[in-house]
């Protein structure tokens, strides 16, 4: 992905865009792991109870369970001689005393083991301990060293923070007040819209507990941060050194009498809900005992209290008495692990947990497959754009300005009929040449469309005006023009006769007159081929050539659904209607692209006198499983127009209907992640809707509709569709009501919006218009020029920034 040329937001959005997709599939994978174990340690203790149901617990007695020194006394000696560092006594009946074992100098940490509280019996170790040791190492080390692993893992959680950051940069909604756009996830969509509203939304839930684990992980993985939070809290702690400890001595494995100490305990607390006791390890050491209340919240809630063993207390430190801050620091553990006021708090974090493997593997989706449509775009775009031959000097140019993409297909065609001739050639797009690159070609063949009244397409502008003010020598230069247009307008194949007059008057020479053609006129077409015949192309090429442009058959359709958008409207009636293919399965088409529809029934079909074919913007995409339409029944002087009144009030549901598909490539989608601009206005919105349809299924987001119509009451058209996408944080919507109280039209809106209009342009935006040429969309190009200048507008065009579908 190149850089953007737009202004600094756009430059910023770009730079974070690289920022968390490079540290999604760097840090996210080993993240990915981090999130699963921290998962998985969050019911340690309930999945080591379904495990062992006898060594975690015993059944309950009669008999009062042991006391701590009872219980030490019965053990004696352990059978492999490990000392008992600390002993974990639940006052839950049955529940087996644990112990924690300390492990001699060098060793690796020995696993604990249980006892039966009744009788002090030893009941081994836990199955499944020692592979929750190993998940503990990997979530807090990733099986490294302990040193390099907590900085590892403190790197890792701020590659975390630096993905949350980003993330709700890059998915900021325009209404981030409304919850649903944070929140909504609609589970009806499917492929990379679903993957990328799970992905954001997702995130978004798990955004508190994310946060609350990123800056505790970064507090226990850097001394430096660590040292900064504690003296905030109050709290002075020593820094980490490596412990020796004293060597044992035979006399230190005999546990002293610890009755009087206990008892002294019970005194001061008879109350408890679970008690850690380490044992003296000599007989002038005292017994510390730590215990936590009845009603503690959480498990680091410790007091803790050292009795001589002749009963007297030499320390009482309770957690209530201790100050603020170091209560608070208390409370990390537990709320990073989730252990905090109960099972609600737990399940949530281990949910947070488990959705960062989730979010890496829709995050590694979502990126192969913007990298497979990059690679597909790259492939289309070679494909629309070969270079073929070794020097211009030797070589034909076939050049093309297409509207619809007819007469990109015939440049196409007509090149691949002089490459199987043996003749080399370039092929370009009027778009992508400077005027004064024609001087170094020999020969060229121009094969252009002309838009609306003797205009050159969208893209090719540029060209025209550059060319019409350029001063050129063509004079080895040898032409000819197929020049495409609809006879329905006064200047028929109009900019293909002013770019063979400008040619002429430049010097260059045409070596066959101008070849009008019309879609209705198949014959200009096979001429146009066998003209190729000077250059060696074949009698079967010319023939495959031509027969690859017939138009498409018609076909017969069934109007299956007819539903009237606008109810009480003071507009005319709009229709959306809903067609299958009478026969067969349903044809795929681009988004964008348009039907071509006979105001008759199917049974006309193959008749001499056919009523002229009109065209709509299809305004489905093929995975709706249908072919949509949005007609308004136009109503003139003379009543009913033919085509629209034929299929919203004279043709039957179920009835029949003729039409054949018509490609619009000229009105394309855009199948990448640069923001897209949609602006029209009454059933201009059918093409609109199509392509919106067809960057939702993506899973592209950066979409703003501007969409007018009279009233808000009976004119909000396709409301619920539009609502989702907006909840789901895929499309930004402005209507605009030109029959409200201090209305106006679309045109007159974008101008109140020119600084946020600028904004998406300088990000990238790809605009597209769909509506009347003397109206709406008229009214926009022209905002556009005052914006932009005319040269900048055409810059947009031959970028493909500014496609239309106008009428």
């Not at 400077?434 to 003797?454: D, I, N, R």
Request: with cysteine; proline share 7%.
């Amino acid at each position: 992905m190149g850089r953007p040329a737009g202004g600094g937001a756009a430059l910023l959005r770009w730079s974070l865009f690289q920022l968390h997709w490079l540290i999604g599939i760097t840090a996210g994978s080993l993240l990915m792991l981090i999130g699963l174990s921290g998962g998985m340690m969050s019911f340690e203790d309930e999945i080591l109870d379904a495990l062992n149901p006898a060594v975690r617990s015993v059944p309950v007695q009669a008999s009062a369970m042991l006391t701590p020194p009872q219980l030490l006394a019965a053990l004696g000696p352990l059978p492999g001689g490990e000392r008992i560092a600390t002993a974990i006594f639940s006052a839950e009946p049955g529940r087996s005393v644990q112990l924690l074992l300390q492990a001699p100098p060098g060793a690796s940490k020995l696993l604990p083991l249980y006892a039966d509280p009744y009788t002090g019996r030893l009941l081994g170790e836990a199955r499944g301990q020692a592979f929750f040791e190993w998940v503990e190492r990997l979530h807090r080390f990733l099986l490294l060293p302990r040193e390099p692993g907590r900085v590892v893992a403190g790197l890792l959680s701020t590659c975390l923070l630096l993905l949350i950051a980003s993330g709700i940069y890059l998915r900021w909604p325009r209404r981030a007040g409304d919850w649903r756009s944070w929140l909504g996830f609609n589970p009806r969509l499917k492929g990379r819209p679903f993957l990328w509203s799970l992905h954001a939304v997702l995130a978004t839930w798990a955004l508190p507990a994310w946060l609350l684990l990123t800056g505790t992980g970064i507090y226990w993985s850097f001394d430096a941060v660590r040292s900064t939070v504690d003296g905030w809290a109050g709290v002075e702690r020593a820094p980490r050194m490596k412990k020796d400890k004293p060597p044992r001595t035979e006399a230190s494995d005999a546990l002293p009498d610890m009755s009087m100490a206990w008892q002294r305990f019970v005194d001061i607390a008879p109350a408890w809900r679970e008690l850690r006791v380490r044992p003296p390890e000599t007989a002038g050491a005292g017994l510390e005992i730590l215990w936590l209340l009845p009603d503690a919240a959480h498990e680091r809630q410790r007091n803790r209290m050292l009795i001589a063993l002749d009963g007297k207390l030499k320390k009482d430190e309770r957690f209530a008495a201790q100050s603020s801050g170091k209560r608070a620091l208390a409370a990390i553990y537990p709320l990073h692990m989730g252990r905090y006021s109960g099972w609600p708090v737990r399940v949530f974090m281990m949910l947070a947990a488990l959705a960062l493997p989730v979010l890496g593997v829709t995050g590694w989706l979502l990126y192969l497959s913007r990298r497979r449509s990059a690679r597909e775009a790259a492939r289309q775009r070679a494909l629309l754009n070969p270079a073929v031959g070794p020097d211009a000097a030797e070589s034909i140019l076939v050049a093309w300005a297409s509207q619809t993409g007819r007469a990109e297909s015939l440049a196409l065609r007509t090149a691949a009929a002089l490459q199987a001739a043996g003749r080399a050639v370039v092929l370009r797009p009027l778009a992508g040449l400077q005027p004064a690159e024609l001087a170094g070609y020999p020969q060229a063949l121009f094969v252009v469309s002309t838009f609306g009244e003797g205009e050159a397409p969208d893209a090719a502008r540029g060209f025209a005006r550059a060319l019409g003010v350029a001063e050129l020598e063509l004079d080895r230069l040898r032409f000819a023009v197929l020049a495409l247009g609809n006879r329905q307008y006064r200047q028929f194949c109009g900019f293909g006769h002013s770019l063979q007059s400008t040619l002429q008057r430049f010097g260059a020479q045409a070596w066959q007159p101008l070849t009008p053609a019309c879609d209705t006129e198949p014959a200009a077409v096979e001429h146009w081929f066998s003209g190729l015949g000077r250059f060696g192309v074949r009698a079967e090429s010319l023939a495959s050539g031509v027969s690859a442009d017939t138009a498409p058959a018609w076909a017969r359709w069934r109007l299956v659904q007819r539903t009237l958008l606008n109810p009480g409207s003071s507009g005319s009636p709009l229709f959306e209607l809903s067609l299958v293919p009478a026969q067969g399965s349903l044809p795929r088409w681009t988004p964008g692209a348009l039907v071509e529809v006979l105001p008759c029934p199917s049974s006309c079909i193959g008749a001499p006198d056919l009523p002229a074919a009109r065209s709509y913007s299809i305004a489905s995409i093929p995975e709706d499983g249908r072919l949509q339409l949005i007609v308004r029944r136009h109503q003139h002087a003379a009543g009913i127009g033919l085509a629209s009144g034929f299929l919203t009030l004279a043709c039957p549901l179920d009835g029949e209907v003729a039409l054949r598909l018509k490609p619009n490539p000229g009105f394309s989608p855009c199948d990448d992640e640069r923001p897209c601009l949609f602006i029209g206005n009454g059933s201009g919105l059918a093409g609109l809707r199509g392509l919106l349809r067809e960057r939702v299924r993506r899973g592209l987001g950066r979409n703003w509709l501007v969409f007018g119509e009279r009233h808000r009451a009976s004119d909000s058209l396709c409301e619920a569709e539009f609502g989702a996408w907006t909840q789901a944080g895929l499309l930004e919507i402005d209507r605009v009501f030109s029959r409200e109280p201090g209305g106006a039209h679309v045109q007159d809106f974008l101008r109140g919006e020119s600084a946020r209009l600028m904004c998406w342009l300088d990000a990238g935006a790809v605009i597209h218009v769909c509506g009347s040429l003397q109206g709406m969309a008229g009214g926009v190009e022209a905002l556009l020029e005052s914006l932009l200048g005319r040269e900048g507008l055409e810059a947009l065009s031959a970028q493909g920034r500014y496609r239309r579908d106008v009428y």
